[in-house]
Nanobody
Framework: QVQLAESGGGLVQAGGSLKLSCAPS????????MGWFRQAPGKEREFVAA??????????YGADSMKGRFAISRDNTKNTLYLQMNNLKPEDTAAYYC????????????????????WGQGTQVTVSS
């Protein structure tokens, strides 16, 4: 089993930045990929970014609207996953979830929510205009 705990959400003005953190615990050696997803009220869960947990920091990003503004990274010495979000927009408002999977996906990084085995409780990000 793996447990995930997110932190770092909050209220920020448009154009501002936030850095989310996710601290996995438990059987970390079973994790292949970790990712961030988000879900706004009334919308489906959306893939934000993912990264290999061990080995090369292969990563993958979701919609083009997030590329160049969001950056996923990891620090295995601290067992922590990060999501740096810059130039935030009101449409980025959502609950952000950290996820981990034991499965191996093509390229080493998984983007489908369906393959993730473990999920955090979520952290709310609200961007005001």
């Amino acid at each position: 089993q793996v447990q995930l705990a997110e932190s770092g959400g909050g209220l920020v003005q448009a154009g501002g930045s936030l850095k989310l953190s996710c601290a996995p615990s438990g059987r970390l050696f079973t994790i292949n990929s970790m990712g961030w997803f988000r879900q706004a009220p009334g919308k489906e869960r959306e893939f934000v970014a993912a990264i290999r947990w061990n080995g090369p920091s292969t990563n993958l990003y979701g919609a083009d609207s997030m590329k160049g503004r969001f950056a996923i990274s990891r620090d295995n010495t601290k067992n922590t996953l990060y999501l740096q979000m810059n130039n935030l927009k009101p449409e980025d408002t959502a609950a952000y979830y950290c996820a981990a999977t034991r499965k191996y996906c093509v390229g080493g990084v998984c983007s489908s929510a369906a393959v993730y085995d473990y999920w955090g409780q979520g952290t709310q990000v609200t961007v005001s205009s």
